[in-house]
């Protein structure tokens, strides 16, 4: 008994040994230090330091320069270049407002096309180029007989980020048929009935700017200063023609993106490319999305030569043509894209029955804005706001099939709307225990419309997602009503009172007439869709 408690010791003394062995801390290293230290002369360490050369900052002060030179040309400067920016969100559940595919400006609102606010954010380094300046490029004085003023040199800079702007769209628009169109074909994630509505006719945009880039590098001297450009663009912009078809199609083909990205294959291979170093952390979206946005930024680019082009200059007449010939081109794409978007949802339409059926829907060429909205009981709608007709709907998705929309309520002429902005917080409103604590929030950025004449009970509420989306919504609503007023002779009652802005008084609602919205509409599944909160039956004053 007493070996084996021995040998019990034996073996914790020695795991005690080694944990102390292994636990060394800097006390007791202090403790075994001997009692005098020996230290380096200061001499030897001042001698040292001397042979060291002094630190230059000048090359560190020339490339602050140049990066401040570089920045606050960019912003004094003009537009972005051809990189392609992130897409306005499309998903369903989105509840921003989107204008038409192709406006160069923020004009209307809605909600599948892509007019929201527009973002000051920039974007990620990563999904940026490394911007080039014709002035850090070329040698200035190179060949030069005489210096070029400042004028001329942001004359420059204008007609090279042009030229710049054409070399990255070539780039991208050659990658996204290498990379994401031809693998997707040859290992047959999509058919290629499926890629080819997807991608449209997006090769022949690629020779179309191939072209432009060449007339721009041989319109270049030997400096690299460029002395005509604008016979070269009146020659060259009646091409643009060729974006009427490609652009017409983006809605359809955004659809049918969407759609596919629902399958694991396509979302695996799509998510793969974006974590490669090529894609630049962009989707393929946005390498589709590039012509559409290149072809905005034409006016601005010319108009930024045009400011920095002397009215005496030789080059000022062609330019002042191509400016004229450019903005036509736009606005003609930009009418038939709104076209094509149009008849889109309007086929994307279901009627619960025949009496929702309006001749006012099937004469609208044009959608001014469409987007998501809540009622006041909570539940996602879906607006679509037409040349003449306002149309509430719920969206809805049948099997593998795009995303339709279901009418709700019957719609609503432009000619007898009545449209009322609400002030934020008169709409108070009782609720649940869960919900009390919300209820400020719920009762922001409410707007009302109407049929001008019908019951308080017809009346309709909807809650945009900011005050941005609710101002954007009624100055569409608004533009609507006047056009729709001077097609049809003297205006008459406006139908608009504010209960806050304009002054006027409004008339007090009460909660009873505020129960209009598909509260529990049947689906097209015969299901009752319930809102996350339920408000009780509470008047308002």
């Known amino acids: 008994m007493m070996g084996c408690c021995l040998f019990v010791y034996y073996r914790k003394k020695r795991k005690q040994a080694s944990r102390d062995a292994d636990s060394l801390s800097l006390c007791s290293l202090d403790i075994n230090e001997p009692s005098t230290k020996r230290s380096k002369p200061v001499s030897r360490v001042t001698s040292l330091a001397n042979l060291l050369p002094p630190v230059k ?3 560190l002060k020339r490339i602050s320069q140049t990066l401040q030179r570089s920045i606050s040309f960019r912003n004094d400067s003009r537009t972005e270049r051809a990189t392609p920016l992130p897409p306005p969100h499309f998903s369903s559940s989105s509840s921003t407002m989107k204008t038409r595919v192709i406006s160069a400006t923020v004009s209307s609102p809605s909600s599948s096309m892509t007019a929201p606010r527009v973002s000051t954010a920039t974007t990620s380094a990563s999904k940026r180029r490394d911007s080039k300046l014709w002035s850090e490029t070329f040698d200035v004085r190179l060949g030069a007989t005489q210096p070029l003023s400042p004028k001329e040199i942001k004359r420059q800079e204008a007609i090279f980020e042009l030229a710049q702007g054409e070399q990255d769209l070539v780039e991208d628009l050659k990658l996204a048929k290498k990379a994401y169109h031809d693998p997707m074909l040859k290992l047959s994630i999509m058919t290629e009935q499926e ?4 991608f449209g006719t997006l090769d022949s945009l690629i020779p179309l700017h191939e072209d432009l880039l060449s007339r721009l590098r041989d319109a270049r001297k030997p400096d690299g200063s460029t002395e005509h450009v604008g016979h070269i663009l009146t020659d060259w912009l009646p091409c643009l023609s060729s974006y009427t078809p490609y652009c017409s199609n983006q809605v359809k083909a955004k659809a049918l993106l969407d759609q596919k990205k629902q399958d694991r294959r396509v979302q695996d291979f799509l998510q793969r ?3 490669s170093p090529f894609s630049r952390k962009l989707g ?18 010319l108009r930024e030569i045009l400011k920095h082009t002397p009215n005496d200059h030789q080059d000022r007449q062609h330019l002042d043509e191509a400016m004229l010939m450019v903005q036509s081109l736009v606005a003609d794409i930009n009418r038939r894209t709104g076209e094509s978007e149009c008849q889109y949802y309007k086929d994307r339409l279901l009627y619960a029955e025949d009496g ?3 001749e006012l829907i099937e004469r609208s060429r044009t959608l001014s804005c469409h987007g998501e909205l809540k009622n006041n009981r909570g539940l996602k709608l879906h607006v679509f706001l037409f040349q003449d007709v306002l149309v509430i709907t719920r969206s809805v998705s049948l099997n593998d099939q795009p995303v339709s929309y279901q009418l709700c309520r019957q719609p609503i002429p432009i000619r007898q709307l009545d449209l009322e902005d609400l002030l934020d917080g008169e709409m108070r409103v009782g609720g649940s225990i869960r919900g009390a604590f919300s209820n400020n929030e719920r009762t922001k950025n409410f707007f009302r419309v109407s049929l001008r004449g019908a019951a308080p009970m017809q009346s309709h509420y909807f809650q945009a997602s900011d005050a941005f989306n609710k101002q954007q919504w009624i100055n569409c609503i608004r533009q609507a009503r006047e056009a729709a007023a001077l097609s049809s002779g003297p205006p008459g009652d406006a139908g608009l009172t504010s209960t806050g ?5 409004g008339a007090k609602v009460t909660w009873r007439a505020m129960e209009t919205a598909l509260d529990g ?5 015969g299901e009752r869709e319930e809102p996350e909160e339920r408000f009780e039956g509470e008047e308002v004053d």
Do not use: M
Not at 521 to 525: R, T
């Open 57 to 59: 900052t000048a090359p």
């Open 195 to 198: 890629l080819n509505q997807i």
């Open 273 to 275: 490319c974006i974590q």
């Open 284 to 301: 393929l979206w946005n390498f589709l999305d590039i012509p559409r946005s290149r072809l905005v930024k034409y006016p601005l680019l």
């Open 356 to 358: 929702q059926r309006d």
């Open 501 to 505: 802005h304009s002054g006027l008084e």
């Open 521 to 525: 509409e049947a689906g097209l599944n």
